[in-house]
């Protein structure tokens, strides 16, 4: 036992520190943390039929996302640790919490009765499971393949676009329809539409749908290298006014609505996606041509 040392017990790092780490590189991994405890928080509430809460769960998860990020390239803490972390947090905010969350609402809540207390048949459980876990994996496939996307040279004519859904913008897009059902209480002012919007085949057709949409190639609006001209400043600085006073006005009732509007932004991002490439390539024949 006298022999017996551990292995680089004095290991040193950096300029003469013995491992020793700023406590400014651990802030970004624990927003990050903070945004994975939010989206198991809002699992285990969709669980108990506290669906309002989740949803405010999921919230805090999407702008602690949003902070992690920023704070480390602010602090100048970024890590390849960090970006791993995200990537995990992703998944279980955008992944496996909105998946939970419909499930638990197609099928009656946590004891699978209707409204009018029937039970929900087990075929119907099981279906709108497999639809969960396919949006779920979809998900996962969308994160990894991004991580992948990280090492190679952007294509120019990608720059303004992503390749598929974004996770959180997939996320919103899925509970859109509880969003919007219950900010406009639809259960007692519009029972038809709200039985057509809340039926588990609906629910189960937007999981399908959007997560072929995240797993998918194609391109959709990319707010981060988004140019506007100088023209364009004054009426797009009036609209994020206007959005900012109805996100006071009626939370939920305008995340609702720009989720169903972010739904219609993907074909017309492929039209643009594809006028974009187009001039691209002609631009590069040119070039060649001389």
């Not at 491992?19 to 928080?41: D, E, F, M, R, W």
């Not at 048949?121 to 969308?142: P, W």
């Not at 002012?189 to 609906?202: C, G, I, L, T, V």
């Amino acid at each position: 036992m006298g022999k017996f040392k551990f292995r680089n017990r004095h290991r040193r790092t950096g300029e003469g520190g013995r491992g020793a780490v700023h406590v400014k590189a651990l802030v970004p991994n624990l927003v990050t943390s903070l945004a994975a405890c939010a989206g198991i928080t809002s699992i285990s509430l969709s669980s108990e039929g506290r669906f309002s809460e989740a949803l405010i769960a999921l919230l805090i998860a999407c702008v602690c996302d949003g902070m992690d990020g920023r704070i480390a390239r602010l602090l100048g803490a970024s890590s390849k640790l960090g970006a791993e972390l995200d990537s995990l947090a992703d998944f279980v905010n955008f992944g496996v919490a909105p998946a939970m969350f419909m499930y638990f609402w197609l099928t009656g809540g946590p004891m699978h009765m209707t409204p009018d207390g029937a039970k929900v048949s087990e075929t119907l459980i099981r279906a709108v499971l497999g639809c969960s876990l396919f949006y779920a994996m979809c998900d996962c496939f969308r994160l990894a393949r991004f991580n992948t996307m990280l090492e190679s040279e952007p294509i120019p004519y990608w720059n303004n676009y992503f390749t598929g859904v974004p996770a959180p913008g997939g996320c919103w897009m899925v509970l859109t329809p509880y969003i919007l059902l219950d900010s406009l209480n639809a259960a007692s002012r519009w029972p038809s539409a709200y039985a057509f919007f809340s039926h588990p085949a609906f629910g189960m057709a937007m999981l399908l749908f959007v997560g072929t949409l995240m797993a998918s190639r194609f391109p959709t609006i990319s707010l981060k290298h988004l140019h506007i001209s100088k023209r364009a400043q004054r009426p797009v600085t009036a609209i994020g006014l206007f959005i900012i006073g109805c996100l006071f006005f009626d939370l939920w009732l305008t995340l609702g609505v720009v989720g169903a509007l972010y739904i219609l932004t993907v074909p017309v991002s492929c039209v643009f996606f594809l006028r974009g490439k187009k001039k691209w390539l002609l631009e590069k024949e040119v070039v060649k041509s001389e």
